[in-house]
Structures are given as C-alpha cells and as structure tokens.
C-alpha cells in the first residue's frame, strides 16, 4: 500500500482549494485535494510541505489531521491522510494541474474528485 498526502487549504472565507489534475497525467480531468506520495523517511507533515511547494510554489502550514481514505485503484491500492492547511506564503503557480479553483465546502459534490478524495469529503466538513 502506498501512503498518499493530501491537504484541505481553506482560505480566510472557508473556501476550499482543489485543483484538476493535468491532461496527459494519471486520473486527468478529475479535481482532488493537492498533494502526493510520501517519501521514505518522511513525515506526512512534510511530505505535504514538500509536494505542494513542488506543484504549486507555495508554502503551507500543516494543521489538524482530517481523516484517512483507503481505495484500491488499478495500479494498486493507496492511503491517502489527509491534514487541514493554510497557505503561509506565496501565490499560487501550478506546475501539476490544469486549474484551480477556491469553492466553498456545499460546492465539492459539483465537481468530479478524484476517487480516492470523495470519502474525504463527509470528513471535512465545515
């Protein structure tokens, strides 16, 4: 199994980030919670730091621990934590994803998440 990151970035009106996962990737066209694979040796905490410096230049505070998702894709099965968060510095420049957008929590079931962040959903709410 594979342990996955994601973070729930609120702004200050309680918006929630997500973003489209780039054409030509894994699971394109489908929105998630930002985030990616945790390293050997590596905290989840700063795995998330890492990955979203990584896709979308920004630096984050790590927050609360939100709750797990299991789910068993083709390629194998992943654990995806995911954690609150808040952007602490920077503007947002995606290198990952196609769009993003800042949607407020009742907005999520609009758009098509990727499997794996869809459980994490009823853990988040606001």
């Not at 979203?52 to 390629?75: A, C, L, Q, T």
């Amino acid at each position: 199994m594979l342990d996955v990151v994601a973070v729930i970035l609120e702004n200050e009106f309680g918006d929630i980030l997500i973003a489209k996962r780039k054409k030509g990737k894994e699971l394109e066209g489908y929105w998630e919670f930002p985030g990616g694979k945790v390293e050997k040796n590596e905290t989840p905490e700063n795995s998330l730091k890492r990955e979203i410096k990584e896709e979308m230049n920004i630096d984050i505070r790590v927050g609360s621990f939100v709750g797990e998702s299991i789910y068993k894709y083709e390629r194998g099965t992943i654990k995806l934590l995911a954690y609150k968060g808040n952007i602490i510095r920077g503007e947002i420049t995606l290198l990952d994803h196609d769009e993003y957008r800042w949607v407020k929590y009742k907005e999520l079931k609009l758009y098509k998440l990727a499997p794996a962040d869809v459980p994490l959903v009823e853990l988040i709410k606001i």
